[in-house]
């Protein structure tokens, strides 16, 4: 199995260009993988973890609700944004500036095949960056994201989620909240969850910005522990 995970950081990039670029990497691993079964090959199966920062953009998941955008097309002109409907899980959810947006193109074969565990094992990736910061994160039952103050009236999220598999690879992720602009949260109502309001890391730390770089840092240490994967940069190549 192939634990070696290529990481690359795409800085600031459209959103729809990196999805395309998504969509190259997931069907160079599902090609190689139809080969292996076809062929009886052993053709090594690649993973990847792409991070970027989008501009302001709305995208809504293949089972979401479009009335959970507050807001019409003239008005997301207004406010620089961009809106997409895509192939992944969850509803509607927003990107933008101060967001780390990550998005895990791995091969479970290499992993365990099980989008359950996958997903916690996401989430926990994220609990466990938080409390390097002193704050107590947690799962939310029947939501998945990462969430604080569970189960009382001032439960707010701080990373969603939403992902896609085929042939046990996945493509899509995570967006955690570090120095995000909160007012774009007010156009949707966020994951399609009414009433349930939406944080960011400086906010939650009382600071005007947070070191996104160091919390990546954290991230990919902790992703590596909990996937028991190996990390190679690789070079920006969109």
Partial sequence: MNKKVILQDLGLKDYKETWDYQEQLFQETLDIKIKNRREEANLETPNHFVLVEHPHVFTLGKTGDFSNLLVDEKQLERKGAKFYKTNRGGDIT????????????????????????????????????????????????????????????????ICAMGVRASRWVTMHGFALNVNADLGFFDLMIPCGIKDKAVTSLNLELGKKEVDVAEVKQKLLRHFQGLFEAEMVKEKTSV
């Fill in 94 to 157: 927003y990107h933008g500036p101060g967001q780390i947006v990550g998005y895990p193109i791995l091969d479970l074969d290499n992993f365990f095949t099980d989008i359950h565990k996958y997903l916690r094992l996401l989430e926990e990736m994220v609990i466990l960056t938080l409390s390097e910061y002193g704050i107590t994160a947690e799962r939310s039952e029947g939501e998945t994201g990462v969430w604080l103050d569970v189960g009382t009236p001032f439960a707010r999220k």
